[in-house]
């Protein structure tokens, strides 16, 4: 028997899709019957009443969660959310419900006996929910009461090696795609660099220092599979110098029918023979594909690495040889200013676990200097580039002002010199100048 009705809620499990709602009520189930006999530390019904004040906001309309102020754990700034309901007479199960992140590893491996042990503490310690992953990456322990924090903590830390995520106003936690442990196209080892930053930067993940929020995010190749461009304040995709390389066996295979396009992705029915001008050859961005005869060329110089011949023809087509990653800066979501996009910073990086990365951390690091320095409170770098200008930050990182830079032409017809990029600067000498220029 439900502890309360839910008919709004019940209308979310009625379409063909699985639902939240389904795995709610089933956890609720779970931790009334607890045939596991476990030492729940919060309230046994807190899934139920979180049904409840679920179901009273979609009744009134309006969230009933107030503002959680700040509650974490001793020494840390970051790593908990805190929640707190407006109604804990009515719902006192989830009168603290507290969201807790942990960190992921990069490429987000797991054995199967440290989920089990996770999952262990968080059944005792919390609501038995969870969140695999958020959207910033990390496991996402949801709805715990306060003085489960440090509980939860000492036993992340000291039994499993764990640490908590980011949030706040700090680097919130480093996010990768499978990278080159797992997939062909990847032009670095983004498991390699996440893992690396991710301890490099503990302080500044775990003890906000910054105006805002600073995310990092790393793509294998521009396919984006973690959409780094569009969600992070930096953005690493791997990207290529040198020509795709083409297997001019394998293109009139594709053409012959002997190997499927897409990897087979869409084999479920019969779309046709595969038409190479059609599927591939038309649909390049930059019209920089062409078949000669029985051999298909690219003009790579005009070559944008959108990646769609490769994905249609992945045993035709690889990446180049001479691989490293383009940075990106600036995209957010439309919080104060509106969503931006990342632009591009530096074009092509080269990434070498040898030397810690020090080409990456330069970059990193001369950003984190200007943008604590310059920005405002709660202004993301993307906002502070928008206010600052673009040439700042080239000059606050030493990059060199480039072609690929420009996303659109200019609009304002002045050019401002600076004193240093004039030769002998603002000052003159008058009797000189009066040698040449009589009054």
């Not at 030492?39 to 009744?59: H, K, M, N, R, T």
Request: aromatic share 10%.
């Amino acid at each position: 028997m439900a502890k309360h009705e839910t008919p709004l809620l019940d209308q979310l499990e009625s379409g063909p899709w699985p639902s939240f709602v389904s795995d709610m009520k089933l956890e609720a189930e779970v931790r009334a019957k607890n045939e596991a006999g476990i030492e729940f530390q919060i309230p046994v019904d807190a899934v139920d009443d979180l049904l409840g004040v679920l179901e009273l906001s979609y009744v009134h309309g309006r969230t009933h969660w107030k503002h959680g102020g700040i509650v974490g754990v001793f020494g840390y700034g970051g790593g908990v959310i805190g929640r707190y309901c407006d109604q804990p007479e009515m719902f006192p199960g989830v009168a603290h419900f507290h969201t807790v992140r942990v960190a992921q590893p990069a490429g987000k491996y797991y054995k199967a006996d440290y989920l089990r042990q996770l999952m262990d503490i968080w059944q005792m310690r919390g609501s038995g929910m969870t969140n695999m992953h958020g959207s910033t990456g990390d496991i996402v322990f949801i709805g715990t009461r306060t003085e489960q924090l440090e509980e939860i903590f000492y036993e992340l830390t000291h039994n499993l090696n764990t640490d908590l995520g980011g949030s706040g106003s700090n680097l919130r936690t480093p996010a990768d795609c499978i990278g080159s442990s797992r997939c062909e196209f990847a032009c670095y080892d983004t498991n390699g660099l996440c893992h690396f930053l991710t301890n490099l930067y503990q302080d500044e993940l775990h003890r906000p220092a910054f105006p805002y929020k600073f995310k990092f995010k790393f793509d294998g190749c521009p396919n984006g599979c973690v959409a780094s461009i569009a969600r992070s304040d930096m953005s690493f995709i791997g990207t290529w110098k040198d020509d795709i390389r083409i297997d001019q066996e394998a293109v009139q295979a594709y053409i012959g029918g002997e190997i499927a396009p897409n990897g087979g992705a869409f084999k479920g029915r019969d779309w046709g023979a595969f038409d190479i001008q059609k599927e591939v050859i038309d649909l390049c961005p930059t019209e920089c594909m062409w078949m000669e005869g029985k051999e298909l060329k690219i003009d790579n110089k005009e070559c944008n690495r959108c990646m769609h011949c490769i994905n249609a023809m992945p045993r035709a087509l690889r990446v180049g040889k001479d691989t490293g990653v383009s940075i990106l800066v600036g995209a957010k979501a439309p919080i104060l200013d509106g969503q931006q996009m990342g632009s591009l910073l530096a074009p092509f990086v080269e990434v070498n676990p040898e030397d810690d990365y020090a080409a990456v951390t330069e970059v990193i690091e001369s950003i984190w200097d200007w943008w604590m320095e310059e920005g405002k409170n709660r202004e993301r770098l993307g906002e502070l580039i928008r206010r600052a200008g673009f040439q700042k930050m080239l000059e606050v990182t030493g990059i060199k002002a480039d072609a690929r830079h420009v996303s659109e032409p200019r609009c304002n017809p002045y050019i401002f010199w600076k004193e240093d990029e004039v030769p002998g600067g603002w000052e003159r000498d008058v009797k000189e100048y009066r040698k040449h220029h009589k009054r």
